[in-house]
């Protein structure tokens, strides 16, 4: 048996994104830059791409730029900002992902920049009052804020958050890896500076993703060379990766409505399942629909003999989850977020994540095996 259920850490690619990146690889291999045929033909497939995300969006083409994924986007706005924009000041949280705070930490020292971290609840809520407060300043800031919480769920008010931002003439950055293709996003009513993506959460490949910057900011170039990207990003295009990325992006808004009532259906049956075969177990962050990603289910178990051997015990039995986010569980180092929220460390905590190919099957197998582990 194998089950995964660790789809925030990555997503098996799609059939469909994998032929059209076939294609590419095969046929169209030739340097967007390139003026003969072969050239103009991969720059069509790029602008055709780029169009395909701006319009699902809801923004300007000119205003994607392609990255190598989340990590990389989620640098450049940052320090775009701080390099490039007069950015002094950051206001960012506890529980974010390392791509924002090891760049906002980086930053600090070697720009003596002044960082506050925004308090947030013990279900990874920020605390919109004290947001509030630290927006009251003349020095010119960014907030950098994640949308839904890679280990939690937790879901930001971006809305709220945006016109707060608005009201203090800051910029605001939202990570929206974890949310982007997964909720109706349109980033023209948001009016945001800076959003992320990376295709490798949404059933694209890995290594590829953009970052958003509202046309409004004039950033200049974060990686010198060849002047690809309208000289913001250069580097030969990942050509191949990108086209799989609109593709992505086109599959998984299609339908989207009976994707995440599905979804949702799986994380509350597991939900339901579990609580009444293991009364004693919490769920970390939110999990409502109106206040957490559907896809994402933080369990906090109970001190038992399984202590320690929960996510060995579950993929020797070929179940795939995670204890923190893929990045740090191979560090050991326990989870961030999870002491940012002030979760009982007596307890053990597994994140499970689901996306539209998991099954309801899938679903009560797992639950099945777990209450079993703590039965027994
Ligand atoms: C919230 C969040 N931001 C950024 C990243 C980094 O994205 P990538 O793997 O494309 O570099 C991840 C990936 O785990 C993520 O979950």
């Given at each position: 048996m194998q089950i995964y259920l660790d789809n925030a850490a990555t997503t098996p690619v799609a059939p469909e994104v994998i032929e059209s990146m076939i294609s590419v690889l095969q046929d169209d291999f030739g340097n967007p830059s390139s003026s003969h045929g072969y050239g103009r033909k991969a720059k069509a497939l790029l602008e055709n791409a780029r169009r395909t995300i701006a319009t699902t969006f809801h923004c300007?083409?000119?205003?994607i730029i392609f990255t190598s994924g989340g990590t990389e986007a989620d640098n450049m706005a940052i320090r775009c900002a701080v390099e490039q924009l007069a950015v002094k000041r950051i206001i960012t949280s506890p529980i974010e992902h390392h791509a924002v705070l090891h760049t906002v930490t980086y930053l600090q020292k070697q720009f003596d920049l002044e960082v506050c971290y925004v308090r947030c609840d013990a279900?990874?809520?920020?605390?919109l009052a004290h947001l509030t407060e630290l927006l009251a300043s003349d020095v010119k800031t960014i907030v950098s804020l994640m949308?839904?919480?890679?280990?939690?769920?937790t879901y930001l008010p971006l809305q709220e958050v945006s016109r707060l931002c608005r009201q203090h003439n800051t910029l605001f950055h939202s990570d929206t890896v974890q949310s982007i293709g997964h909720i109706p996003l349109n980033i023209d009513e948001l009016d945001i500076d800076f959003i992320t993506c990376s295709a490798h959460k949404m059933h694209g490949p890995k290594g590829v993703g953009f970052l958003y910057v509202n046309k409004r900011n004039k950033i200049q170039a974060f990686i010198q060379g060849g002047s690809q990207e309208r000289g913001l990003r250069s580097g030969t295009e990942n050509t191949a990766s990108i086209v799989g990325m609109a593709k992505a992006i086109s599959l998984i808004t299609e339908n989207l409505d009976q994707k995440i009532a599905k979804v949702w259906g799986l994380k509350k049956s597991m939900m339901d399942q579990l609580q009444v075969g293991i009364p004693t177990i919490r769920f970390n962050g939110e999990t409502s629909l109106e206040k957490s990603l559907y896809t994402v289910l933080n369990c906090s178990f109970p001190s038992s003999k399984n202590d320690g051997m929960l996510l060995f015990s579950l993929d020797l039995k070929g179940i795939a989850c995670s204890g923190g986010s893929a990045c740090t569980s191979g560090a050991n180092t326990g989870s961030h977020v999870l002491r940012a929220i002030e979760s009982d460390s007596t307890r053990q905590s597994i994140r499970f994540s689901f996306s539209h190919y998991t099954t309801q099957e899938e679903i009560d197998a797992v639950s099945t095996i777990l209450i079993h582990l703590f039965q027994n």
């Open positions: 300007s083409p000119s205003e279900t990874g809520n920020i605390d949308h839904a919480n890679n280990e939690i769920g």
